[in-house]
């Protein structure tokens, strides 16, 4: 029942956060408050998660008004391109007007959707065969950067695919996903946060972090990216390989948790007093494992490995870094970016949703919003 009342908690802070933003997107926390934005920064999609989610939970028509209106706010910044130059698209449709087709089945929301999916679609390089991360074309920094987190952004595409029946989409996510399987997964299931890529060959030249430790080092928030990036790829793909890829990274990570089965920021950083945490990272790892169960034999001995570290990692969470029952935020002791000083001991909303949607698999078996067809039905293209 821990679980049960988890959702509960938060969806009651939910309903209080609708009225304190008043219209505005939380986006990380100073000072145990959040900072609200317009619809212009690339986490503005999970908090319109937490709310479909607080809605299907609850049944409440107030969730599902503050969401629908997020969605209303996405259809005006692709009808006016406003801050969409980076991967970061399917964070941001697949929780707001994705979200509302699955539970909603509105066809306006559907196109929206596919509308996103061109968006990103344009970050596509075919010379390299891989999507851009940051900046524009030709870029001479990051015009052949890819990292970890797109592995997120690519089940938009897969749906698209779906939906549409046009290939390019598919093939798109998969060339992607097959550069970052052989060159951000390292040969000890450890992750790059992100790699360099000839932009003309697709060849690669050198890894490096953005976010993590040193560019040797492995990034916990990138590495639980990578678990549920695969897992995702392969509910799309039925492609054994991303399956392995997503236990063997998942292995990974369990093996180097303290002993509160909470993540710190990075595997390599010296651990002492100072060091943070990013429970952020332990809730997306969390959602990744639950995914991966959902897919293994019941004989299969990783079903019960994973389940009992998704167990002891969870309730730590709930226990532990849960927030006061006044808080804004959801979850306590996340980290943004050390290496800037940026919200390193904060709650910030990706944490908030990937919990809230770890707590609900937990007691409702709900999937988030990533893939709209039950597994039963859902094929490989």
């Known amino acids: 029942m821990e679980w049960k009342q988890a959702i509960e908690e938060a969806v009651h802070k939910t309903a209080k956060n609708i009225v304190r933003f008043n219209g505005l997107f939380p986006h990380v926390s100073e000072n145990q408050q959040y900072r609200l934005n317009n619809n212009d920064e690339w986490t503005n999609g999970f908090w319109s998660g937490i709310l479909w989610l607080c809605y299907e939970y609850s049944g409440d028509k107030k969730f599902k008004e503050a969401a629908e209106l997020t969605v209303k706010s996405f259809q005006e910044r692709i009808d006016n391109s406003i801050s969409l130059d980076h991967h970061d698209i399917g964070f941001l449709y697949s929780l707001s007007s994705k979200a509302q087709w699955m539970i909603e089945k509105n066809e306006q929301a559907r196109q929206l959707t596919i509308a996103a999916a061109d968006a990103l679609m344009k970050r596509w390089r075919p010379n390299g065969q891989y999507i851009q991360a940051w900046g524009p074309e030709g870029d001479p920094e990051n015009g052949g950067r890819i990292i970890i987190d797109c592995m997120l952004n690519l089940p938009l595409l897969f749906w698209a695919s779906g939906q549409t029946g046009n290939p390019a989409y598919k093939d798109a996510a998969i060339l992607h996903a097959d550069k970052t399987r052989r060159y951000i997964v390292r040969g000890d299931d450890s992750t790059f946060h992100t790699f360099h890529l000839d932009p003309e060959t697709g060849n690669p030249l050198n890894g ?34 991303y399956l392995e890829t997503a236990k063997r990274t998942a292995r990974y990570f369990v093996e180097r948790l303290p002993e509160d089965s909470v993540a710190y920021w990075d595997f390599c950083a010296p651990v002492n007093s100072q060091t943070k945490r990013d429970s952020s990272a332990s809730a997306i790892a969390a959602c990744g494992m639950m995914e991966i169960i959902s897919h ?3 004989c299969d001995p990783d079903k019960i490995y994973f389940r009992e570290a998704v167990l002891r990692s969870m309730k730590s969470l709930v226990e532990n870094y849960a927030t006061e029952k006044d808080s804004e935020g959801l979850l306590d002791h996340g980290s ?29 078996e709900h999937s988030g919003y990533w893939y709209e067809f039950t597994k039963q039905k859902l094929t490989a293209y």
């Open 296 to 298: 293994l034999d019941d």
């Open 336 to 364: 943004y970016c050390i290496r800037r000083g940026e919200s390193p001991d904060d709650f910030m909303i990706w944490g908030d949703y990937y919990y809230l949607e770890a707590l609900m698999r937990l007691e409702k």
């Open 208 to 241: 490096e972090t953005h976010q993590g430790y040193q560019n040797g080092s492995t990034w916990t928030r990138g590495q639980a990216w990578a678990i549920y990036g695969f897992a995702l790829a392969y509910v799309y793909t039925k492609n054994p390989l």
